[in-house]
């Protein structure tokens, strides 16, 4: 999950923030497209492998969100992240150490993970909206996506191993990219401009970090 923006953010606060955790989304969203990608490409005949499979992406995503949070210590994203961190490391450990699970908990299991993920990131957009920009609408995309996958694996408990396996495949792949959209977007926003002597030809453009300011229209 990308990390979450103070609710009133300014947008010189946003482009600060941007230029520190731009490379946080990209991270996760290349690994969630390297599973997404595992999970279409490798045969799953049973359960067990696509559980361990899943499992150690979600450790992996934890660990991720935990040195997060541990490098920003001390705010209330940091410590939001890092407890989040620890929730989805010891969830990551659960589905290695008990792959053996009926493929109904499984779903469940994704479904849960899948919809707080999805609704803490629908909320860094929101957050992310008031800061100015349009990366939020990457952070909103990647999170109704999230909601999506939860919904689909609620409602389809009767798939195949195969199937499921499939379907969870699609959407990682989709929200990953979502993800490093959205990272190298921060990044964009984020960057500082150089200072000129004049306006550039054409005027700033939308998006553009011009003197502390984001412009937005």
Known sequence: MSSPFPPAATPEA????????????????????????????????????LVQV?????????????VDGLRRRGS???????????????????????????????????????????????????????????SWVWSLIGGLLLVALSITCFVAPTETVSVLARIVGIFAIVIGIAFIVLGLRMRTLGAPVQATTGPAVGGPRQGEVVEGEIVDE
């Open 14 to 49: 946003f482009a600060e923030l941007a230029r520190k955790v731009w490379y946080w989304p990209v991270i996760r969203g290349v690994l969630t497209v390297l599973f997404g990608i595992i999970a279409v490409v490798l045969p799953f005949d049973t359960t067990k492998t």
């Open 76 to 134: 209330a994203a940091g410590s939001l992240n890092s407890g989040l961190g620890v929730v989805t490391i010891v969830f990551g450990i659960v589905l290695i150490l008990l792959p053996k699970l009926a493929i109904g908990v499984v779903l469940l299991l994704i479904a849960i993970w899948a919809l707080v993920i999805g609704v803490l990131q629908v909320v860094v957009a929101l957050n992310m909206r008031r800061g100015g920009g349009r």
């Open 54 to 66: 899943f499992g150690v992406f979600v450790l992996v995503d934890g660990v991720v969100s935990l």
